[in-house]
């Protein structure tokens, strides 16, 4: 796990001075090396921060040659299959002077070109300087799971780990994308290849891409399909993804590092370390965070049933509402771009406790998105089923339907919901009701986004585009996985982690799971109100049934609680300051009751709250 940047420039070369600023701004995602090469004569500088997980000798520093000098890689992630691979780059003649998985990629590039991405189990994301081809070859995971930004200007071609890297070499920082604003309203990120930034992009998962003389030309070799034509039983699916996710899992302990578990107390990350534990050679060690502001925001009795179910080493930590103010800029600063996932901020304390006891540590993320375990599917369902027997003809119905599934404060916008075809309604577990963009929007700006392309909706409706036939729930999944699980989720998890210099792995994003569940007839995913229910069923006998069937909490922020004590005047002061009016999106009359009114206790709009802060503290850092 590491920082790469890259920095190519056919008219005039980059400076060694360049890219150790670009390098060195991410230092926290490798404290253990660092390197650079610079082919003045290429036009070619590539950096590399380095984090040792295999083979921590000098030997697997980077950027690294291999044994004839015509290829430089810079890698960041791992390929978790490197062993099978290098024993058949072995008999085919080649041979290795390191244990890294970093010169098990470069030989397979240099075999295979750049088929070498489809032997790949792993999360990665990296540069090659193909000095015979005089161009360089880059791509990014299949789900995503490590980050990769690129930049042109002019001449020059950046690209790197993080958005701050580039940044760093720039006289100015790029213009705010405001058309994104209005995307970031809708979903509390924003997803696809463009960032708030204009002009750096992000290279999509499962997409490569050449760079040379001629230009940046980019190709998806990978994607996911959904196939519904089949079904062979509830046995069958269970015992296959038992055996998918368990060999996902040996593939994961492959380290010459400590490594523990995140365990939050649901089922995911359960589930890890109940397949673990039969693996581990040593008694695994287990992290759990917490807030104290009562049992809604405190799930460490369930972690520590599973803690003590399989003896682990346990360590909890609890989050202040101090700690949790202090950390806010410091969370923007290192996601680069706005994203509202506020419960990064304990996953970042999280992750510090956890450095002080292993340097890797694997996590229950994606399950959610693989096997349908949120309720907001539930719900989707319900309209959908209702829509296709009654037409636009049943808002009674479905509204009688929602409230009896349905909280109160939820209920308003299940119902401005219902109005709409799936494919016009759902942006994903993060959305924000349409309705409050009418209220919060200078009459201004909503004139200049009449006048504008909105590219994010433009990529929304290619998602649903690519699954024409598929069922409900498909469609949903397929639209999450290539959305708010890379762009919310994924991003969180990568930062965070890397901030406290600290590798995260993720089991059940293995592409091989991945596809596996796509095949899985959507009736066994959700059955009735049940939530992931074949997963559920796969973990009976392995975990304690009050884990199985616990409610999914979802690693909950405090935030309304914050925005009425604690944090109220730094959300007044911060979102009604000059500054943040003066940017020409926001009426300052609707903020301002908007803050009144939570801190009142007449509506609760934590949410939004913290979707406006996210978004001007990302502009004093950012923009």
């Known amino acids: 796990m590491c920082g790469i940047v890259a920095l190519v420039d056919f008219e005039v070369s980059p400076t060694e001075t360049e890219i150790i600023k670009m390098r060195d701004v991410i230092q926290y995602r490798g404290p253990d090396n660092q390197g650079l090469s610079l082919l003045k004569k290429e036009g070619i500088a590539l950096g590399h921060r380095r984090l040792s997980i295999l083979d921590t000798r000098t030997a697997g520093k980077q950027p690294m040659s291999n044994s004839r000098g015509d290829l430089t890689v810079v890698f960041n992630g791992e390929i978790y299959n490197y062993i099978e691979i290098r024993n058949e780059l072995l008999e085919k003649g080649y041979s290795f002077k390191t244990a890294t998985d970093t010169e098990v990629l470069i030989n397979a590039y240099d075999c295979w070109g750049k088929q070498c991405l489809q032997y790949f189990v792993g999360m990665f994301a990296f540069a090659i300087w193909d000095n015979r081809k005089k161009e360089l070859f880059v791509a990014r995971d299949r789900i995503g799971i490590k980050p990769f930004y690129y930049y042109q200007l002019g001449s020059r071609f950046y690209l790197s780990s993080e958005v701050k890297s580039i940044l760093a070499v720039l006289s100015d920082f790029p213009p705010v994308d405001k058309v994104l604003i209005d995307t970031y309203l809708s979903f509390g990120y924003v997803p696809g290849e463009n960032t708030m930034n204009t002009g750096i992009k992000k290279l ?77 050679p040593q008694k695994l060690k287990t992290f759990s965070v917490a807030y104290e502001f009562g049992a809604q925001f405190n799930e460490t009795a369930y972690a520590r049933v599973v803690a003590d179910h399989f003896d682990t080493e346990h360590h909890e930590l609890i989050v202040t509402p101090e700690k949790f103010s202090d950390f806010i800029p410091g969370y923007i600063r290192h996601m680069d771009e706005p994203v509202t996932e506020s419960a990064a901020i304990s996953l970042y304390y999280l992750s510090q406790m956890a450095k002080n006891h292993v340097t890797v540590v694997l996590s229950g993320e994606g399950a959610d998105e693989l096997f349908a375990g949120y309720d907001f599917y539930v719900y989707n369902l319900v309209i959908e089923k209702y829509r296709r027997m009654m037409g636009n003809e049943l808002s009674p119905l479905i509204s009688n339907m929602l409230a009896s599934l349905l909280p109160l404060k939820k209920l308003q916008k299940y119902l401005e919901l219902s109005q709409h075809p799936l494919e016009k309604r759902y942006k994903g577990i993060s959305s924000y009701q349409e309705s409050l963009k009418n209220e919060l929007y200078l009459d201004e700006y909503k004139a200049f986004l009449g006048r504008q392309n909105n590219p994010a909706k433009e990529f929304i409706q290619a998602i649903f585009n690519t699954l024409p036939e598929a069922d409900p729930l498909s469609k ?57 229910y074949l997963f559920k069923e796969m973990m009976r006998g392995k975990l304690p049934d009050q884990i199985i069937d616990r409610k999914k909490m979802g690693f909950p922020t405090p935030l309304a609680i914050m925005f009425k004590t604690k944090l109220f005047s730094y959300a007044h002061d911060t979102l009604l300051s000059k500054a943040s009016i003066g940017r020409g999106y926001f009426q300052e009359k609707t903020i301002r009751n908007i803050l009144n009114e939570h801190q009142k206790g007449e509506a609760d709009h934590h949410r939004v709250i913290w979707l406006l802060l996210v978004l001007e503290e990302w502009h004093r850092q950012f923009a």
């Open 476 to 532: 949903m999944l397929y639209f999450d996985t290539k959305t708010w699980l890379v762009d919310d989720l994924l991003i969180k998890a990568d930062r965070m982690s890397m901030a406290a210099s600290l590798e995260l792995r993720v089991p059940f994003l293995d592409h091989r799971v991945v596809e596996f569940a796509a095949t899985i007839p959507s009736k066994y995913k959700i059955k009735g109100r049940t939530t992931k």
């Open 204 to 280: 999509l998962p499962g997409h490569s891409a050449i760079l040379n003389k001629s230009g940046f030309f980019i190709e998806k070799y990978w994607d996911l399909h959904f196939d519904q034509n089949t079904d062979k039983g509830l046995d069958y699916y269970v015992e296959h993804l038992n055996d998918l996710i368990g060999d996902a899992i040996d593939l994961r302990l492959r380290s010459d590092v400590p490594l523990g578990i995140f365990l939050s107390g649901g089922i995911d990350s359960s589930a890890v370390v109940a397949l673990l534990s039969a693996r581990a």
